[in-house]
């Protein structure tokens, strides 16, 4: 065989399409399950609504997904641009920052919003008239910071410990609510706190130093002052 006819059958074999991808073994067709792997994670969810009877058949939903980044910028931008393409309701965002500058224009827009997030003290307080800031804002999460306060506080009370050190790092756990997540979380405790007469509090970020310098930290800001009795 020449070495001319060589060439051309190796580039008609490379050119050849095939479907699936083949191997020494054999040619692997596509699996069964694929269908529902590509399928879109939207058309899952309505799926499932649908066949749990939560939404009537004849309604067709049209998702306009925007990526907020966990940033409040991009979310505020993204919620101005589903408004300009008549969004009838906002599912999400989840990031605290975000549902913040978004929960306080929807209803301006007269969508609501519905999200998993919205942990922090503010997002508990009433949101039933127009005047309410995060009015059309809805919670479906079956806990917030303040329960999480509550609860401690609860403890404090119950051993009438009076005196606490809140420590905490400013962006510890944000993959749950976002930047700050901590920072928020101890917000909402000093919150609870200050409706207490009689506990005395102090803060610490243990972001503001260096692991090395903990044991020092801990005596200058705990030390006699919240120490022993």
């Known amino acids: 065989m020449g070495f001319r006819k060589i060439v051309t059958l190796t580039i008609l074999w490379l050119m050849h399409r095939t479907e699936g991808k083949v191997t020494c073994r054999e040619m692997q067709l596509p699996h069964h399950c694929n269908a529902l792997c590509n399928t879109n994670h939207?058309?899952?969810?309505?799926?499932?609504?649908?066949?749990?009877?939560?939404?009537?058949?004849?309604?067709?939903?049209?998702?306009?997904?925007?990526?907020?980044?966990?940033?409040?910028?991009?979310?505020?931008?993204?919620?101005?641009?589903?408004?300009s393409r008549c969004v009838h309701l906002f599912l999400g965002p989840a990031c605290d920052y975000c549902v913040a500058v978004v929960g306080r224009i929807v209803k301006?827009?007269?969508?609501?919003?519905?999200?998993?997030?919205?942990?922090?003290?503010?997002?508990?307080?009433?949101?039933?008239?127009?005047k309410d800031e995060y009015f059309m804002t809805t919670r479906i999460g079956t806990l917030a910071f303040r329960d999480i306060a509550n609860f401690l506080v609860t403890i404090m009370d119950?051993?009438?410990?009076?005196?606490?050190?809140?420590?905490?790092?400013?962006?510890g756990q944000s993959q749950i609510a976002g930047r700050h997540m901590c920072q928020l979380m101890m917000k909402s405790m000093v919150e609870l706190i200050k409706k207490e007469q009689n506990i005395t509090y102090g803060t610490f970020d243990v972001e503001a130093t260096t692991p090395s310098e903990y044991p020092e930290a801990l005596r200058d800001h705990i030390g006699n002052s919240y120490s022993g009795k």
């Open 42 to 83: 939207n058309d899952l969810a309505v799926y499932e609504a649908r066949s749990r009877n939560l939404l009537p058949y004849w309604l067709k939903l049209k998702f306009l997904p925007q990526d907020d980044q966990c940033d409040a910028m991009y979310a505020q931008i993204g919620a101005i641009d589903s408004y």
């Open 158 to 171: 119950r051993y009438e410990w009076r005196k606490v050190h809140l420590l905490y790092a400013t962006n």
């Open 108 to 130: 301006f827009f007269g969508a609501p919003l519905i999200t998993t997030g919205g942990f922090t003290f503010d997002f508990t307080e009433q949101k039933v008239e127009c």
